[in-house]
């Protein structure tokens, strides 16, 4: 398959960041911003970790969530997804695709008023598409760009989602290992994850 042509992005800046997860995990990440992404919104690209010589850099692309990365909700698994990916990325070497696509890429308010369809009853997908969204808009070109600006053509894709896979294959990426998160299960996130695999064909339950 040809695959797509999409416009080439530049590194813009990198700059050394320590972390710090709630649990106390620390480590040291680069982070890079660039220029020419194609939405022209500020994603930025966290290099953690020493990528070996001739092997392909372990990459999670992962999309923010306000209130599961940074507020801790247990709505969703999120803000444990990006502690593990962290903490694996460090040891395999890598990096983080930090990408500004709240709520499956349709927004901020516009999450939260799933939430509230949710609490009454559907599902994250029927939810998004009762307020006149798709199910998931996102869009993984300007991950493409980040990475292709990054000389990381070759990838190990760290996620339970088989979309980002293909869009990325489409746009020039080769991935040649698919690894798997862990699931963070909840009673809170139950029904979230069993949508996800049931709809959303994640690879969470086995």
């Known amino acids: 398959m040809t695959p797509e ?38 994603h930025v690209a966290l290099r953690l970790g020493t990528i070996p010589p001739g092997r392909p850099p372990l990459v999670r692309p992962h999309s923010e969530c306000l209130t599961g990365d940074v507020f801790g909700s247990q709505r969703c698994d999120c803000g444990p997804q990006l502690r593990e990916s962290a903490e694996r990325i460090t040891a395999a070497g890598g990096y ?5 696509q709240e709520g499956r890429g349709i927004g901020l308010y516009a999450k939260l008023e799933a939430y509230t369809l949710q609490d009454a009853g559907l599902d994250t997908y029927q939810a998004n598409l009762a307020l006149g969204h798709a ?59 069993a949508a996800k695999a049931r709809l959303g064909g994640h690879t969470i339950f086995g």
């Open 135 to 193: 199910e998931d808009e996102r869009d993984y070109t300007v991950a493409a760009q980040m990475l292709h600006a990054l000389g990381a053509g070759r990838i190990a894709l760290l996620s339970n989602n088989p979309d980002k896979a293909e869009q990325l294959d489409r746009l020039g990426i080769a991935v040649t290992e698919h690894v798997a998160t862990g699931v963070h299960l909840s009673p809170a996130n139950a029904g979230y994850l």
């Open 5 to 42: 042509p999409i416009p080439p992005a530049e590194i813009r800046t990198e700059v050394t960041v320590p972390l710090r997860f709630a649990d106390g995990y620390a480590t040291m990440a680069c982070v890079v911003s660039f220029t020419g992404l194609v939405d022209d919104r500020e």
């Open 96 to 100: 983080l695709l930090y990408l500004r």
